[in-house]
């Protein structure tokens, strides 16, 4: 069940520095990346033509075992991830992809999409609606959401209490969400926040109207990078003008010691319903924590390597906190995450000027796109490789 792709865009991703900068050790020869769109070029699978546009999620996931039965791909018994050494990455004219005809998912050419976007599904995007979704379908935020008490709704499915009709929207506590990181996981996970919140009555909030609309949404945009802070403040100036969404929306863009200042200036009333959590530090973790409001969901998907752990069990327990952590199951959300990316061509589909995507380069400036990368001087980076060429050598 394999097939061989030829990489048409490979991306550049915040997981890829971590080998990068030797936090994460690999043979040497390792051939980087995990996120690419291509064609299949050769394929021993029955469901996987030869010539088929394709997205793979960045680890392979045999469709068979009891991860993949439950939607949770990125738990697969036999999970394999690009760019390690259990297998060869993308960053290169040609990548051999096992379980293939789970793995790999044809893009349908009519998508209304630029082609470039359609690599931010491999990772990223779905990553980033992976982290917005665990906070706003988690049960603590369930009541906040329809401005209902939580016993009226969630705790009452156990044991029926007599209900309360919602707050009229004007006067329902306003709800917060802060982004602690803003690199392109960060923007994708606004985004997709934006996207959900902006069709509350649609999957996957399915609110009985659409009265969040008018409530008041305070936004929190937190990196030490102000680029990064100002390409997000754009996206969500475009989505308001392109969609008109929220009636009371209020964004807040704060440097590291600005957030940690507003933790302290602020009760804890003020303090945010759910945390995006999009780094992968400890100091960020402990940011969320200081950001978060008793009841509140930290959803955390920056891949942490640090042996240590930045909260205790007396910090959860004085605040009521839970925790959602992990590896986004990027086959699992795609069909969604595609959802999103048609919708938010305006931020998504644009290639530099504010987009998400900062450049799309040739392949042979990948030394020096590493390297501004890593000074967090360019945004997301796509390599191209010259068809005619690598066609040539196959
Ligand atoms: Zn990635
Ligand atoms: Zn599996």
């Not at 999620?57 to 018994?77: D, E, M, Q, W, Y």
């Not at 942490?304 to 590896?327: C, E, I, Q, W």
């Not at 589909?349 to 990368?373: P, S």
């Amino acid at each position: 069940d394999e097939a061989i792709v030829q990489v048409e865009l490979a991306g550049l991703c915040g997981s890829d520095l971590h080998v990068y900068r030797g936090a994460e050790s690999v043979p040497r020869g390792t051939i980087q990346g995990h996120e690419f769109i291509g064609r299949v070029v050769s394929s021993r699978s029955r469901f996987v033509s030869v010539g088929t546009l394709v997205v793979a999620p960045f680890s392979t996931s045999c469709g068979s075992c009891v991860g993949c039965l439950r939607g949770l791909s990125s738990r697969c018994s036999a999970a394999k991830l690009f760019g390690s050494p259990a297998l060869a990455g993308a960053q290169a004219e040609f990548v051999k992809v096992p379980h293939a005809s789970n793995s790999l998912v044809a893009l349908n050419p009519v998508l209304d999409v630029s082609r470039e976007s359609l690599l931010l599904c491999a990772d990223i995007l779905p990553t980033g609606f992976f982290a917005a979704l665990q906070a706003v379908t988690h049960p603590n935020l369930a009541g906040v959401l329809r401005g209902i008490p939580q016993t009226d709704l969630v705790w009452s499915a156990v044991s029926p209490l007599p209900s309360t009709s919602p707050l009229p929207a004007l006067t329902a506590p306003a709800l917060t969400f802060a982004i602690v990181g803003l690199g392109p996981v960060g923007q994708c996970a606004l985004v997709s926040l934006l996207d959900i919140l902006m069709r509350p009555t649609q999957a996957p909030l399915r609110l009985p109207d659409d009265s969040l609309l008018s409530r008041s949404i305070r936004l929190l945009l937190v990196d030490g990078v102000p680029q990064r802070r100002l390409t997000a403040v754009n996206m969500v100036n475009t989505i308001q003008k392109t969609s008109g969404g929220f009636k009371n929306l209020v964004v807040e863009s704060l440097d590291l010691d600005q957030a940690q200042k507003w933790t302290q200036s602020r009760n804890l009333d003020e303090c945010a319903d759910a945390v995006l959590e999009a780094v992968g530090a400890n100091s960020s973790l402990s940011l969320a924590y200081h950001l978060i409001r008793p009841f509140g969901v930290i959803s955390s998907v920056g891949v942490h390597t640090s042996p240590t752990f930045p909260l205790t069990g007396d910090d959860l327990y004085n605040k009521n906190v839970s925790l959602a952590f992990g590896r986004c199951p990027v086959r699992a959300l795609l069909p969604l995450a595609l959802g999103t990316l048609e919708r938010r061509q305006d931020v998504l589909g644009k290639i530099g000027g504010g987009g998400l995507i900062d450049r799309v380069v040739h392949v042979n400036q990948a030394v020096e796109m590493y390297k501004l990368f890593e000074e967090r001087k360019v945004g997301k980076v796509l390599f191209r490789f010259d068809e005619g060429k690598s066609a040539a050598k196959l």
